[in-house]
């Protein structure tokens, strides 16, 4: 009875998508059978990973093990705390990972919040440290792992300074412990890297995250610090980069108040320096 359900879900499904397919987007059309047989192959590859999810999570917790909760997008994308409308279905918070997951908040003891050197956004919504032109155009394709596009559409991403104000807020809203700093090493072929240190609005300026309605009006403050002008990819050790990168890092790490214990230097998994 099962098997009959998920077939007839299948071809109700492909009905309607051989219909796009064939008249709109002149595709070749689904398969019925061979897309059943791709569903029937993922659910081997997922049974053996089926439970009661919180319950397994509560023993491993007695038995001391560690559990590690990973999130998706970042503080400006919650609902209730990002920068509405422009944000996502369901919190992005740390703290929310608790619920879904099925454990106790006071579980959760160390948060680690991601960072990238610079700023990037998809979509639209303010963005207080945005470039543009050839000095966005350049920081782009240098950016990320093969340049910042969309990795599904391939779209251009939005590029900007890193902005310590809205980071600040975001670690805040995240109960950050530690910072893990991203894509330092793309910066390295700049001769000064601006970094946006408060926001003017209407003439006063501020270092703490306005309501969206102030926050469309905000102008960046800027200050900018000497490059380092060279290439940072296979150094291991903190102390081993040069002195404006890590004067960069520590200046960062003052103005968002949370600690940089860990440095990313490359796109390899290997390529991070951990700081005590």
């Known amino acids: 009875m099962e098997e009959d359900a998920i077939r007839e879900k299948i071809h109700r499904v492909v009905t309607q998508k051989n219909v796009l397919l064939e008249h709109l987007y002149h595709k070749p059309l689904l398969d019925e059978g061979e897309l059943y047989q791709t569903l029937m192959d993922y659910k081997e590859m997922v049974a053996p990973y089926v439970c009661n999810v919180s319950l397994y999570l509560d023993q491993a917790l007695k038995e001391g093990k560690n559990i590690l909760l990973e999130g998706q997008l ?62 966005a155009q350049e920081l ?13 559409t391939g779209r251009p991403r939005r590029m900007g300074w890193f902005d310590c104000v809205a ?39 501020t270092t703490e995250f306005p309501v969206t309605s ?39 790490e003052k103005q968002i108040g949370y600690p940089i214990t860990m440095v990313s230097n490359g796109p390899g998994r290997e390529d991070i320096i951990y700081r005590a």
């Open 140 to 152: 782009r394709v240098r950016g990320g792992d093969g340049g910042e596009f969309g990795a599904t």
């Open 167 to 205: 980071s600040k807020y975001g670690c805040r809203l995240q109960g950050t412990t530690d910072v893990a700093f991203t894509v330092v090493d793309v910066l390295g072929y700049l001769d000064e890297i601006p970094v946006c240190v408060g926001y003017e609005i209407d003439g006063e300026i």
């Open 74 to 135: 970042g503080t400006l994308k919650d609902p209730d705390h990002g920068i509405y409308p422009m944000v996502t279905s369901s919190s992005t918070l740390a703290a929310y990972g608790a619920i879904g997951a099925g454990i106790p908040p006071y579980a959760i003891e160390k948060v680690v919040t991601v960072c990238k050197a610079y700023s990037s956004a998809v979509g639209a919504g303010a963005f207080v440290s945005e470039i543009f032109g050839e000095e």
């Open 214 to 252: 102030q926050l469309e009006k905000a102008k960046p403050v800027l200050k900018v610090l000497p490059g380092w002008k060279c290439d940072i990819r296979g150094i291991r050790n903190y102390e081993e980069l040069p002195e404006n990168c890590r004067n960069y890092i520590e200046f960062v």
